[in-house]
């Protein structure tokens, strides 16, 4: 499994934004577990899923999915 396919910056823009995992499933209407998932790159998200995230922490999918080889470009 390609590690930079998983990598994304939920975990971290979940706590710049002072949310708990249960505040983010909240939001988008998802359990605890998907979030802490997701978090871990353990479960990749449904682009609809994807956007409702991106939408809470108003960034695009780019800038909170991409691979760590474009973070930072």
């Not at 939001?27 to 998932?37: E, F, K």
């Amino acid at each position: 499994m390609d590690e930079a396919t998983h990598q994304n910056l939920v975990r971290k823009l979940r706590r710049w934004n002072e949310l708990s995992q249960q505040e983010l499933a909240d939001a988008v209407g998802v359990s605890r577990q998907t979030i802490a998932n997701i978090e871990k790159g353990n479960y990749s998200p449904s682009v609809h899923l994807a956007l409702d995230i991106c939408r809470v922490f108003k960034k695009t999918v780019e800038e909170v999915f991409a691979p760590e080889t474009n973070e930072g470009a």
